[in-house]
């Protein structure tokens, strides 16, 4: 048997002999993973049920990715907790890019609202944000209020209600600052189980307002069911057009938006974290589902891995600061 020198160099045809086996023996490695990925169905755990913006909005990413990766994209929907129970479940799920989290602009709010949300947020890498809609103040149609600050006049004389999508959505949060904050005026939060619901409570005359995303209520207000008093965005929705913004009705700067965003456990391969990244920009650049995404209310965002992480980043502190200014805690 011949010595081991440690001094002495490989000769070409043991370093090709090497790299052959390495091939063989599939040695794992970012560049490896990236080319394999997937190799069987990939799970989209929605936070949210079904028939919702979220739900919508993993249908029609799925649909995509599943096209172009050759496999199933399967629906599962975890609601509960403010997406705190789906956001769980993902973030103990295996790093290996099979388990991925569709969830709203509520990932970003958990983070202050909540004391205890079963799961740290360091456990989840952003793969992106997809794309945004902002939330809307609407009324029966048979309000006398022309405008909002005509409601807010009222206000001032009686205690109102106003329903959401539940504790800890978006809207719920951002209407709870508007009339805390910038309206002065006593409103009992009334929560639902989802958009649906609250929206069929506002259209059957049982609340005074409504504070929902547009998809939402974007029907009930065209259909006349509804009046749409305001749209916390910086100009008016192309979707909505005779709704005004915030801005225009004495309240300026004040925007509020959910958006739908991708995330997979932390530790997933970057390589993979990328391929998926780059599937979802491919998908919503597709004509068909910029389309869909826009018939629902949304802006399509594209944007990469990192852009998205500093995004989420800038959310999580500017919705913190809207909950603890009114004092919001959930245990």
């Known amino acids: 048997?011949?010595?081991?020198?440690?001094?002495?160099?490989?000769?070409?045809?043991?370093?090709?002999?090497?790299?052959?086996?390495?091939?063989?023996?599939?040695?794992?490695?970012?560049?490896?993973?990236?080319?394999?990925?997937?190799?069987?169905?990939?799970?989209?755990?929605?936070?949210?049920?079904?028939?919702?913006?979220?739900?919508?909005?993993?249908?029609i990413l799925g649909q995509s990715l599943g096209q172009q990766f050759g496999q199933t994209v399967v629906i599962e929907n975890r609601g509960g907790a403010g997406g705190n129970l789906a956001a769980r479940m993902v973030s103990r799920s295996p790093a290996d890019g099979y388990t991925v989290l569709i969830t709203t602009t509520s990932i970003a709010i958990n983070e202050t609202l909540y004391k205890n949300k079963g799961y740290e947020t360091e456990t989840l890498t952003p793969v992106a944000i997809v794309a945004s809609t902002p939330d809307v103040l609407a009324v029966h149609a048979s309000n006398p209020a022309k405008s909002l600050p005509d409601f807010i006049?009222?206000?001032?004389?009686?205690?109102?209600?106003?329903?959401s999508a539940g504790v800890g959505s978006p809207s719920f949060v951002a209407a709870t600052y508007f009339f805390k904050v910038l309206a002065k005026v006593d409103a009992t939060h009334v929560p639902f189980q989802g958009g649906a619901p609250a929206v069929n409570a506002a259209v059957g005359n049982n609340l005074d307002m409504i504070a929902i995303s547009l998809?939402?209520?974007?029907?009930?207000?065209?259909?006349?069911?509804?009046?749409?008093?305001?749209?916390a965005a910086p100009k008016r929705?192309?979707?909505?057009?005779?709704?005004?913004?915030?801005?225009?009705?004495?309240?300026?700067?004040?925007?509020?938006?959910?958006?739908?965003?991708v995330?997979?456990?932390?530790?997933?391969?970057?390589?993979?974290?990328?391929?998926?990244?780059?599937a979802i920009q491919t998908a919503l650049r597709e004509p068909a589902v910029a389309d869909r995404l826009s018939k629902l209310g949304f802006n399509v965002i594209l944007n990469s891995s990192a852009e998205a992480a500093a995004m989420f980043k800038s959310e999580v502190k500017k919705w913190?600061?809207?909950?603890?200014?009114?004092?919001?805690?959930i245990q």
Do not use: C
């Not at 006049?153 to 329903?163: V, Y």
């Not at 065209?222 to 009046?227: E, N, S, V, Y």
């Not at 913190?320 to 805690?329: C, I, P, T």
């Open 215 to 231: 998809p939402s209520v974007a029907p009930q207000i065209t259909q006349g069911a509804l009046k749409g008093l305001g749209i």
């Open 237 to 261: 929705s192309a979707t909505l057009p005779d709704v005004p913004t915030y801005t225009e009705v004495g309240f300026p700067n004040f925007y509020s938006d959910s958006w739908m965003s």
């Open 263 to 278: 995330f997979v456990p932390a530790n997933t391969d970057p390589a993979i974290v990328t391929k998926l990244n780059a």
């Open 1 to 59: 048997m011949v010595p081991f020198d440690p001094h002495k160099r490989p000769t070409t045809t043991a370093l090709t002999a090497a790299v052959m086996v390495s091939l063989l023996l599939g040695v794992p490695g970012s560049a490896h993973a990236q080319d394999a990925y997937p190799t069987r169905p990939i799970t989209f755990v929605v936070a949210f049920a079904a028939g919702g913006v979220a739900d919508a909005t993993a249908r």
């Open 153 to 163: 006049k009222t206000a001032k004389d009686k205690p109102i209600t106003f329903g």
């Open 320 to 329: 913190g600061d809207m909950v603890k200014a009114v004092d919001l805690k």
